[in-house]
């Protein structure tokens, strides 16, 4: 324990702010898990016509995730994280005065809430290429699962007091929400463009290089990126192939370097692959094993939207009245879960291989979720959730290692922010294939067709992980 304690220190400034600010963003999103109360109990919308708002709001992330991941890679991750953490604050603020005030109390409120979600999610695709930015191989896993811990913590109060304010003080939901959400932008504030000079880079061709002509390179400029099936012979003296050369005299970045905040990995990384005019398109179709990784995720993401949609349902036709308490206990019991044991899980599993991790958590999924099919027994229940909860903690710390890791330097704002559009097809194919299921049959269907995916999508990574075993994933 005290090993995986150890990892958090001496990480970059900006992982730290990072953290701090995903836990007060945490602790005061009031707003979100309540938006369909608000809608339809404060603005008196029907449940049908929410549940648009709803799907709505969610969709947001698409166009928000391909715009800021291509600005992020263009213009630069901070300005891009900061203008549109800015305009979200100025419409959750306007929403508190129009509600507070009696000035607007309908949909326009509601259409509001969905554009205030659409520049949230703008901030994600930056905030996940700065941490890309400003670690490597030796401290991402530690970077990552520090924000992720930071945020956990925060969301085990937030829901709480936001419980308290909803019934009788509805506005200060939007209030607390606007003041954590600016605390959080100063902080921000403080954080400097991590993105790396890619004007500083052109292509030359490399002439009959040996081992010993590409260190002298080195006098010259990084190598950041080769493409990676480079010809060479035994003796290593006939490699020919275009790279990436950063000719920024000044520098003279080494790999594994820390320069002004910013991590130069080595040759181990993801900018190993990095090919002249490679599109996003062209990295994922042309990569088998992210595309392969991908969709394993989308399985994965199916099931965990029924924690959302499909559990709470189960949980009132089981326990009638009781439903909606208990609903709360597992939701605690989940925030709990990762924040107590993200630690001791990371510590065990951070010299495995994340590939491998992110098939153990598709293991963990399946029967997390899968044993609501066969117990009825609230203390059975707390046991699978617990279950569901370590795979949420094994997939989110190591999937965002293995995309950083596998991904071009000059495409990593896009690469995350298609991840997140990919994946998201699960969240959206979840609940719609839930309320199908629940129609038509019994709703332990539900349970058991998620046993199902996950185990598909396991065993997909698993025979890709041991056919590679001895290459690079």
Same mark, same amino acid.
């Given at each position: 324990?005290?090993?995986?304690?150890?990892?958090?220190?001496?990480?970059?400034?900006?992982?730290?702010?990072?953290?701090?600010?995903?836990?007060? $963003?945490?602790?005061?999103?009031?707003?979100?898990? /309540?938006?369909?109360?608000?809608?339809?109990?404060?603005?008196?919308?029907?449940?049908?016509?929410?549940?648009?708002?709803?799907?709505?709001?969610? =969709?947001?992330?698409?166009?928000?995730?391909?715009?800021?991941?291509?600005?992020?890679?263009?213009?630069?991750?901070?300005?891009?994280?900061?203008?549109?953490?800015?305009?979200?604050?100025?419409?959750?603020?306007?929403?508190?005065?129009?509600?507070?005030?009696?000035?607007?109390?309908?949909?326009?409120?509601?259409?509001? @809430?969905?554009?205030?979600?659409?520049? @949230?999610?703008?901030?994600?695709?930056?905030?996940?290429?700065?941490?890309?930015?400003?670690?490597? @191989?030796?401290?991402?896993?530690?970077? =990552?699962?520090?924000?992720?811990?930071?945020?956990?913590?925060?969301?085990?109060?937030?829901?709480?007091?936001?419980? =308290?304010?909803?019934?009788?003080?509805?506005?200060?939901?939007?209030?607390?929400?606007?003041?954590?959400?600016?605390?959080?932008?100063?902080?921000?504030?403080?954080?400097?463009?991590?993105?790396?000079?890619?004007?500083?880079?052109?292509?030359?061709?490399?002439?009959?290089?040996?081992?010993?002509?590409? #260190?002298?390179?080195?006098?010259?400029?990084?190598?950041?990126?080769? #493409?990676?099936?480079?010809?060479?012979?035994?003796?290593?003296?006939?490699?020919?192939?275009?790279?990436?050369?950063?000719?920024?005299?000044?520098?003279?970045?080494?790999?594994?370097?820390?320069?002004?905040?910013?991590?130069?990995?080595?040759?181990?990384?993801?900018?190993?692959?990095?090919?002249?005019?490679?599109?996003?398109?062209?990295?994922?179709?042309?990569?088998?094993?992210?595309?392969?990784?991908?969709?394993?995720?989308?399985?994965?993401?199916?099931?965990?939207?029924?924690?959302?949609?499909?559990?709470?349902?189960?949980?009132?036709?089981?326990?009638?009245?009781?439903?909606?308490?208990?609903?709360?206990?597992?939701?605690?019991?989940?925030? $709990?879960?990762?924040?107590?044991?993200?630690? $001791?899980?990371?510590?065990?599993?951070?010299?495995?291989?994340?590939?491998?991790?992110?098939?153990?958590?598709? $293991?963990?999924?399946?029967?997390?979720?899968?044993?609501?099919?066969?117990?009825?027994?609230?203390?059975?229940?707390? =046991?699978?959730?617990?279950?569901?909860?370590?795979?949420?903690?094994?997939?989110?710390?190591?999937?965002?290692?293995?995309?950083?890791?596998?991904?071009?330097?000059?495409?990593?704002?896009?690469?995350?922010?298609?991840?997140?559009?990919?994946?998201?097809?699960?969240?959206?194919?979840?609940?719609?294939?839930?309320?199908?299921?629940?129609?038509?049959?019994?709703?332990?269907?539900?349970?058991?067709?998620? /046993?199902?995916?996950?185990?598909?999508?396991?065993?997909?990574?698993? @025979?890709?992980?041991?056919?590679?075993?001895?290459?690079?994933?």
């Amino acid at each position: 324990m005290q090993k995986f304690f150890k990892g958090f220190f001496n990480l970059s400034s900006t992982v730290y702010r990072v953290a701090i600010v995903r836990f007060i $963003l945490s602790m005061g999103n009031f707003i979100y898990p /309540f938006m369909t109360l608000f809608l339809v109990k404060k603005l008196n919308i029907s449940p049908s016509i929410a549940s648009i708002y709803f799907i709505a709001s969610g =969709f947001a992330f698409v166009p928000a995730s391909i715009i800021s991941g291509k600005l992020a890679d263009s213009i630069g991750r901070r300005i891009v994280l900061l203008s549109s953490f800015f305009v979200y604050i100025l419409i959750i603020f306007s929403i508190f005065f129009l509600y507070h005030f009696n000035i607007l109390q309908n949909t326009v409120i509601a259409i509001m @809430l969905i554009v205030a979600n659409l520049f @949230l999610s703008m901030t994600q695709v930056p905030i996940a290429a700065i941490l890309t930015d400003v670690t490597d @191989l030796t401290n991402r896993n530690e970077a =990552f699962s520090l924000t992720y811990l930071a945020a956990n913590a925060g969301f085990a109060f937030g829901p709480i007091i936001a419980g =308290f304010l909803f019934e009788n003080y509805t506005s200060m939901i939007f209030l607390g929400n606007g003041i954590a959400s600016l605390i959080g932008f100063i902080i921000f504030c403080g954080i400097k463009e991590t993105k790396p000079d890619t004007m500083a880079y052109k292509d030359v061709k490399l002439d009959s290089v040996n081992n010993n002509s590409l #260190e002298e390179n080195l006098n010259i400029g990084y190598i950041s990126a080769i #493409e990676a099936s480079i010809n060479q012979d035994n003796t290593g003296s006939n490699i020919e192939n275009k790279a990436i050369v950063s000719l920024d005299n000044k520098d003279k970045n080494i790999p594994g370097q820390k320069t002004n905040d910013l991590i130069f990995d080595n040759e181990t990384d993801g900018e190993k692959v990095a090919i002249k005019n490679q599109s996003i398109f062209d990295f994922i179709f042309g990569d088998t094993i992210f595309l392969l990784f991908i969709i394993a995720t989308i399985f994965f993401s199916f099931a965990y939207s029924q924690a959302g949609f499909t559990l709470p349902i189960f949980l009132s036709n089981l326990f009638s009245n009781n439903g909606a308490k208990l609903y709360g206990v597992l939701q605690s019991t989940n925030a $709990l879960t990762v924040i107590f044991l993200t630690p $001791l899980v990371s510590l065990l599993t951070k010299k495995r291989s994340s590939f491998l991790m992110i098939a153990v958590s598709g $293991l963990f999924y399946a029967f997390g979720f899968g044993l609501y099919s066969v117990f009825n027994k609230f203390g059975f229940l707390i =046991f699978t959730t617990v279950l569901w909860s370590i795979g949420e903690i094994i997939q989110v710390t190591h999937q965002n290692v293995f995309i950083a890791n596998r991904s071009p330097i000059h495409l990593r704002g896009q690469v995350n922010g298609a991840f997140q559009i990919l994946s998201g097809i699960g969240y959206i194919l979840g609940p719609i294939f839930s309320g199908f299921t629940q129609k038509n049959f019994p709703i332990t269907y539900v349970w058991a067709t998620v /046993f199902i995916i996950c185990i598909a999508g396991s065993i997909q990574l698993l @025979l890709i992980y041991f056919k590679n075993k001895k290459g690079t994933i």
